[in-house]
């Protein structure tokens, strides 16, 4: 589908590697921008009485400290900055990607982009581990259990442990990439049905209301996808910062 | 039966996990209400765990519809 194609705009080939400046490139320039502005924009006037681009900028930290402070402790608060940058990235690429009229293309429907986010974080989780519990970090794969257990547990644990870069980068991309493939479906359904004249091009309003219906439904999504990575994020951190003591 | 029509009938099969995600994000939800109405002072500190379980539900079915668009695209 033309949507999700990745199209060169400035060539540039290094050593054999293409390194080209592609439309994705341009759109994840645009979502970092997009963020960067609108929360200097919101801490900007720092009135007591907040404006509205404050408010919502304060509601967003607020509500991404508290989802840290419940997922991974206080001590979860150190990695604020990582969690709240990462949870705006991926809020604001659905989102963009929602506005028909400019042509957007959703970063996070591509699988690279969301599995190089979570391996990101999965191998910060282990670095986290492994600083704060050196070799004790790998308790995390032995549960607290009758040790006859563990012969069946600890493989489980590891294979578990092992696609959470998957399930988290998969999740994403599929969220993103089916909901955009139902809201073309549909609009092929407008087209196709309005095209045909006579009677059908009536019915054509059904598949129309259907697009707003699942619009809304996306836009709920794009905010749910982009809540759960962050919150899944803390999970795993909270993970190695405290091993099996929660 | 050629190899292109082959190839949708094993994307339909594929998309068939989905029953099991719908059914699963249905009890989750449902469970998770049915639970907040007895008990609404609790139901806040529920929220995220009710997410945590839809994702990893919501997971389950989308590894089929993944499977789908593989067999479909390649």
């Known amino acids: 589908m033309e949507q999700f194609e990745v199209k060169?705009?400035?060539?540039?080939?290094?050593g054999g590697l293409d390194v080209s400046f592609t439309n994705a490139s341009l759109w994840m320039c645009i979502v970092a921008a997009t963020a960067a502005i609108f929360l200097t924009m919101g801490a900007s006037s720092r009135r007591l009485v907040p404006t509205r681009m404050q408010s919502i900028a304060e509601m967003s930290y607020v509500f991404v400290a508290d989802m840290i402070r419940s997922a991974a402790g206080t001590e979860g608060l150190k990695f604020f900055p990582?969690?709240?940058?990462?949870?705006?990235?991926?809020?604001f690429s659905n989102v963009l990607g929602l506005f028909p009229l400019i042509h957007p293309f959703t970063v996070t429907s591509?699988?690279?982009v969301t599995f190089s986010l979570a391996i990101f974080v999965f191998l910060m989780v282990i670095v986290v581990g492994l600083a704060r519990h050196g070799?004790?970090?790998l308790v995390i794969f032995a549960p607290s259990v009758p040790w006859p257990m563990l012969i069946l547990l600890i493989p489980i644990e590891i294979v578990s442990f092992l696609s959470r870069p998957i399930s988290l980068s998969v999740r994403l991309f599929a969220n993103m990439l089916a909901g955009h493939t139902m809201l073309y479906v549909f609009g092929t359904f407008v087209i196709g049905l309005a095209a045909a004249g006579g009677v059908l091009s009536v019915v054509s309003i059904a598949p129309l209301l259907a697009i707003v219906a699942v619009t809304a439904l996306e836009v709920l999504i794009a905010f749910l996808q982009a809540y759960v990575f962050a919150i899944l994020t803390c999970i795993y951190l909270n993970d190695a910062l405290n091993l099996h003591d929660h | 039966m050629d190899l292109a029509s082959a190839k949708m009938i094993g994307a339909g099969l594929a998309s068939i996990a989905l029953i099991?995600?719908?059914?699963?994000?249905?009890?989750?939800?449902?469970?998770?209400?049915?639970?907040?109405l007895r008990n609404p002072g609790a139901a806040q500190g529920q929220f995220t765990n009710l997410l945590?379980?839809?994702a990893?539900?919501?997971?389950?079915?989308?590894?089929g519809v993944v499977m789908a668009f593989i067999i479909l695209f390649t």
């Open chain 1, 8 to 14: 060169p705009i400035v060539p540039l080939h290094i």
């Open chain 1, 82 to 91: 990582f969690v709240f940058t990462l949870f705006m990235f991926v809020l």
């Open chain 1, 110 to 112: 591509h699988i690279i």
């Open chain 1, 135 to 137: 070799l004790h970090f």
């Open chain 2, 20 to 36: 099991g995600a719908g059914v699963g994000i249905g009890i989750i939800f449902g469970n998770y209400l049915a639970g907040a």
């Open chain 2, 52 to 54: 945590v379980g839809f």
């Open chain 2, 56 to 63: 990893l539900c919501e997971f389950t079915g989308l590894l």
